[in-house]
C-alpha cells in the first residue's frame, strides 16, 4: 500500500497545512508560482496556544515579506503541525479560516 501525505493523516488531524499569505485582494488570485521559496514553520511539539502565539507573531512577518516582494505580493507557508493531536491541526484550521490575510494554497500551486 502507497502511503501518502494525506493517507496518514486519518483520525490523528491534518500533518502539514500549505497556505499563502499577504496581500487581501490578491490571495484568491494567485494560480501560478510564486518565485520566492516556501516558508516553513513547524509546530511540532507546541501546546495549542504556543502554536497560536507563533502563528500569530509569525503572520506579522509573513506579510510584510509578501509586501516588500513583487506583485502578487503573496508568499507561500507551510505549517507542519505533525500527526499527533487533533486539537493542534484543528487549532491551526480555525487560525487559518479566521485570518484574513490568509488562504489555503490550491492543491495544484507549487
Not at 45 to 60: I, P, R, Y
Not at 66 to 81: F, K, L, T
Request: aromatic share 6%; net charge positive; charged share 25%.
Amino acid at each position: 500500500t502507497l502511503l501518502t501525505k494525506d493517507s496518514l493523516c486519518g483520525n490523528a488531524g491534518k500533518i502539514a497545512y500549505p497556505i499563502l499569505v499577504g496581500e487581501v485582494s490578491n490571495l484568491y488570485k494567485t494560480s501560478k508560482a510564486l518565485t520566492r521559496p516556501t516558508v516553513t514553520v513547524d509546530l511540532h511539539g507546541h501546546s495549542k496556544d504556543e502554536a497560536l502565539d507563533t502563528l500569530d507573531e509569525s503572520l506579522t512577518a509573513w506579510v510584510d515579506t509578501a509586501m516588500r516582494g513583487e506583485y502578487p505580493w503573496v508568499i507561500s507557508v507551510d505549517i507542519i503541525c505533525g500527526g499527533g493531536s487533533q486539537i493542534l491541526s484543528g487549532a491551526v484550521k480555525l487560525w487559518i479560516r479566521s485570518s484574513r490575510k490568509v488562504a489555503n494554497r490550491p492543491k495544484n500551486f507549487r
